[in-house]
Structures are given as C-alpha cells and as structure tokens.
DNA sequence: ATATATTCGGATAAAAATATCCTATATTAA
DNA sequence: TTAATATAGGATATTTTTATCCGAATATAT
C-alpha cells in the first residue's frame, strides 16, 4: 500500500502532532523511539516533511519538530503520502500499466475504481488532529 | 498496491487464460510481448504460478502454459495475489506495525478497515474468467 | 535417434529502496 | 564568546527487489 518510508513518515507525524498539541518540541531521538524506526533514515524523512510545510523544524538545543495546533486540523493524510509516495496511489494503475483510464482500461480497472475513490476520499478526510487524538486518548498505539 | 513482480504475475495469468479460452497454449517469448515484461524474470514469476496450480506447463516444442477452462472459473485473483505477495495484502497493517488488531489498533487501522474488507471482497470475488473475457472481446489491454 | 524448441533452476547482476556515517550549520544557554 | 545540542545534508553502505544469463532437463517432430 505505501512504501516503508511513507509509514515511517505518517507514524513520526502523528507523533509530532500528538507532543505538539501539549506544546512539546520533540527532537529526532524521542521520534524515532517512540514510532519504532532507524534515527537516521527517520532524519532524512523529516527533512521532507518539512520542505513540504508539514511540520516545521528549529536547530539548536530545545530545537526539534512541531506542527502549530492550528495546521493539525488543516494537514490530512494525503498531504503525507503525495510528499513522500507521490501521487501513484491516487492514480497509478493496478496492474503498473501506463496508459490506463476510462477509455482504455485494465483487466482489472473497473473493479478497482470504488476501492481507489473510498481510499482517495478517506486519505483526503482523515485530518492530523482526528490521528493525534487516538494517540492522546491511548486508544491508538504507534509502535510494536 | 502490488509488487511490480506480482503486478507481471496478473497480467500473465490473464493473457494465459484469454488464449486458453481458445485452446491455444503459449510460449514465455510470446507472454513476455503481449504484456510487455522482461522474459527471463516473467520465467521466474511463470515457475511460482505452476508451483502454486494456478498455471499448467509443459515443456518441449509445442510446449508452454496453460490454463484448463474448467479452471478458470475457480482461480481468483486472491490466488495470485497471496502466492506472489503473500497475505500482507489481506493483513497487513497500513502503517508497518506488527502488533495492529481491534484490540491494539494503529491510529488509521479503523480508516483502512472498510477499505481494506472491499479490496479483499473484490480480489475474491474476481474470476479470471471475468478478467480474460474482456481481453477477448477487446474492451480491456494488457501491455503500454 | 537426432535436432529442435521449450520450460526449469541455479548463479549472478543491476537497480531501487532502505539505512548509516560523518561533517557542517544553526541556535541556545551559560 | 564559548560550549553544548540540535537539525541539515552529502557521501556511502546494506538490503531487497527486479532482472539477466546460461546450462540442464524434457518433450516433440522429423
């Protein structure tokens, strides 16, 4: 579905989210224990985030990641997954074919089209804020 | 969604099974054309298939693969799919966890569960006599 | 029987994705 | 202004996925 890269990305920016509605900072070290990944590959995502105004960034000590309280109900799923994946889950044939639409589909296109709307509408509806709340509540876990 | 080796795999089965339909049986050069895949991976991917009974083989000239009509209607797409990629598909957790049930649940695994429900419905539901037909009336394609 | 055409299977190669290391740069606090 | 701490970013390494090569095995037709 996504690439190990993308869900390392969708779990740190839940997490950020989640410290950052306490008003925490929370530097690459904490993040990549809390959601379970390699620090330095999680560095380099980070950086990507932030070059996409998902999260944004500070250096120096007390410096590390945050989302403003505001952005948490503004950034969905999708946003996470075009920057990191691109748009091939939004668009790209099932079957990894080229030219596949409605005129000249796939075996399996049709099929296939309420799937990819459901999911489409779902990464599109699914803000930052509703994620984080699970973690908050801890009815959602991001690690193991 | 799938790997690029099982994305191979589907497009493979169907074109086998549209010529089976006709009680042509096809050799791996003309396969690897008509859905435009390198030949000597699509031979890998061709063993696994006969591995696993979804495909017939016979070797020699006049040889190639297969598939019995009869079969047809009783292979679905869930076959391929769980002999290629395995069952991460059906189970897997969206964002890379391996503890993600009801009970333990990630922050997006209630977002997925419908979805995910649909997809497995529809890739159990979908014969390759449904996918081959619309290759010999023309209304679908396999290759660009 | 023999030549030929085909799949089978092991070894290897290339490319892409994932991961690490190290230095530079910025920021804060003392 | 200096020491400490954090992200930034380039270079490199490892792993996984995708792809190729080649000889062996097998079956067919002549």
């Given at each position: 579905m996504f690439s190990k890269t993308c869900e390392y990305a969708i779990r740190a920016v839940i997490f950020i989210a989640s410290e950052s509605y306490k008003d925490k900072r929370v530097g690459l070290k904490d993040i990549a224990v809390k959601i379970d990944s390699p620090e330095a590959f999680t560095a380099k995502i980070l950086q990507v985030l932030v070059k996409n105004d998902i999260i944004n960034s500070s250096k120096g000590p007390t410096g590390g990641f945050d989302i403003p309280k505001s952005a948490m109900t503004t950034i969905y799923l999708s946003q996470i997954v075009s920057a990191i994946d691109g748009d091939s889950v939004f668009n790209g044939c099932a079957l990894g074919l080229k030219e596949c639409s409605e005129?000249?589909?796939?075996?399996?296109h049709n099929s296939f089209k309420s799937i990819r709307e459901d999911l489409k509408l779902m990464l599109c509806s699914t803000s930052l804020a509703e994620l984080a709340s699970g973690i908050k509540s801890g009815s959602t876990h991001l690690r193991l």
């Open positions: 005129i000249q589909p796939c075996p399996v």
